[in-house]
């Protein structure tokens, strides 16, 4: 957790979800985030079973401009920051969309950081999600 609280304090950017604030309190712990109202893209890309469930789908100018969205929050991270964030799990379920259906990056865990001068990153361990 405190590897992803100091990732996040070093990341402002519209694309990113906004970090609040945090706790650590003996053995609790807590980071609190901006509240995004529309949840996660994948709610909006895959289709539930349940007839009874309204899922509105994207139409595809929506959908471009989310893809433009997350692709300027993963150039930020990349270029822009102070130090660079490299994020290793980015999916549907990790992009989350707020009132005006705007894409934030959320989900830090398993995210890298590297200065600026690092042009090539060696990892030793798989990250991400199987299947991504």
Same mark, same amino acid.
């Given at each position: ?46 289709? =539930?079973?349940?007839?009874? @469930?309204?899922?509105?789908?994207? #139409? $595809? ?7 433009? *969205? ?36 959320? =989900?830090?865990?398993?995210? @890298?950081?590297?200065?600026?001068? #690092? $042009? ?7 990250? *991400?999600?199987?299947?991504?």
């Amino acid at each position: 957790m405190e590897r992803t609280l100091l990732m996040r304090l070093r990341a402002y950017y519209v694309n990113v979800v906004t970090l609040l604030g945090y706790c650590f309190e003996g053995r609790k712990k807590a980071l609190v985030y901006e509240f995004v109202p529309n949840g996660s893209l994948e709610k909006f890309i895959y289709t =539930d079973s349940n007839p009874l @469930k309204t899922t509105p789908h994207l #139409e $595809s100018e929506r959908l471009f401009q989310i893809s433009i *969205g997350i692709a300027q929050g993963l150039e930020y991270l990349h270029r822009e920051c102070n130090t660079r964030m490299l994020h290793f799990d980015i999916k549907l379920h990790n992009i989350l969309l707020d009132e005006n259906f705007f894409p934030k990056i959320s =989900d830090f865990g398993l995210s @890298k950081l590297c200065t600026m001068k #690092e $042009s090539i990153i060696s990892m030793l361990d798989a990250r *991400g999600t199987k299947g991504i």
